[in-house]
C-alpha cells in the first residue's frame, strides 16, 4: 500500500528566510509524487510534480522539489519565503497504473512572520 | 485553464437528510474523484470514477455512493447523513494520459455541516 508521511504539522519561517517542507513516501515501485498547495477557503493547486528523470524538479511560484530514492523522501524547497506563501502544503504519492488515484499526507501548515 | 465546479461552497443538513453534492469538469478529463478533508487527517479518497459509469471505492466509501452519467458530472450522494459527515468535500480530475496521470485538478470544496 502507499503512504505518506509529512513529519512537520506546522512550520514558522520569517520572510525572506529559506524554507524546506519535509515529505517521506511509500511505494512498491518508481512513483508519481506531487506537492499541493491550498490557500484558506480553496481547493488543492499542483505546485510541482515529478514522474522520472531529473531529480530535482521546479515547480510555481519558485518552489522546487528534490526526489532521493534511496530517502524515499521528496522535500518541498524555497530559497526566500513571502507572506502570501502562507498556506497549507500536502504532499502526495500516486501509481503509474491504479487510474491516477493518489495518496495524500496529512499536511504542513506554513506561517510566515513578517 | 481547468476549471472543476462544485455547485454548493456551503450546506447546512440535518441528520438522517439525503444530500448531494455535484462536481462538473469542463477539460474532457476522464478520471474524477471525490475526497474528504478533515484537520489532521489530509485528504482521504471516498470514490473515483475513470469512465462514465464506472467507480470504484477509495479508502473510506462507508455511507457515501457516486454517480457518473456523464463524463464531465460526478455527484457524491450521502443517503442519509449523519455527525460525522460533517467535514469539507473535494472534488478533483484528472487526465489518464501517461505523463499527466495522477495530477489533479480540483474544486474550490463544499463544507458540509450535518446538525
Known amino acids: 500500500a502507499q503512504s505518506v508521511t509529512q513529519p512537520d504539522i506546522h512550520i514558522t519561517v520569517s520572510e525572506g528566510a529559506s524554507l524546506e517542507l519535509r515529505c517521506n513516501y511509500s511505494y512498491g515501485a518508481t512513483p508519481y509524487l506531487f506537492w499541493y498547495v491550498q490557500s484558506p477557503g480553496q481547493g488543492l493547486q499542483l505546485l510541482l510534480k515529478y514522474f522520472s528523470g531529473d531529480t530535482l524538479v521546479q515547480g510555481i511560484k519558485g518552489f522546487e522539489a528534490e526526489f532521493k530514492r534511496s530517502q524515499s523522501s521528496f522535500n518541498l524547497r524555497k530559497p526566500s519565503v513571502h507572506w502570501s506563501d502562507a498556506a497549507e502544503y500536502f504532499c502526495?504519492?500516486?501509481?503509474?497504473?491504479?487510474?491516477?488515484?493518489?495518496?495524500f499526507g496529512d499536511g504542513t501548515t506554513l506561517t510566515v512572520k513578517p | 485553464d481547468v476549471k472543476v465546479t462544485q455547485s454548493s461552497r456551503y450546506l447546512v443538513k440535518r441528520t438522517g437528510e439525503k444530500v448531494f453534492l455535484e462536481c462538473v469538469q469542463d477539460m474532457d478529463h476522464e478520471n474524477m474523484f471525490w475526497y474528504r478533508q478533515d484537520p489532521g487527517l489530509g485528504l482521504r479518497l471516498i470514490y473515483f470514477s475513470y469512465d462514465v459509469k464506472m467507480k470504484e471505492k477509495g479508502d473510506i466509501p462507508e455511507g457515501y455512493s457516486v454517480s457518473r452519467e456523464k463524463k464531465e458530472r460526478f455527484s457524491l450522494i450521502l443517503e442519509s447523513a449523519s455527525t460525522n459527515q460533517t467535514s469539507m468535500y473535494l472534488c478533483a480530475s484528472s487526465l489518464r494520459t501517461s505523463g499527466r496521470i495522477g495530477e489533479l485538478f480540483f474544486g474550490e470544496g463544499s463544507r458540509l455541516t450535518v446538525l
Open positions: 502526495a504519492v500516486g501509481g503509474r497504473t491504479n487510474a491516477g488515484k493518489s495518496t
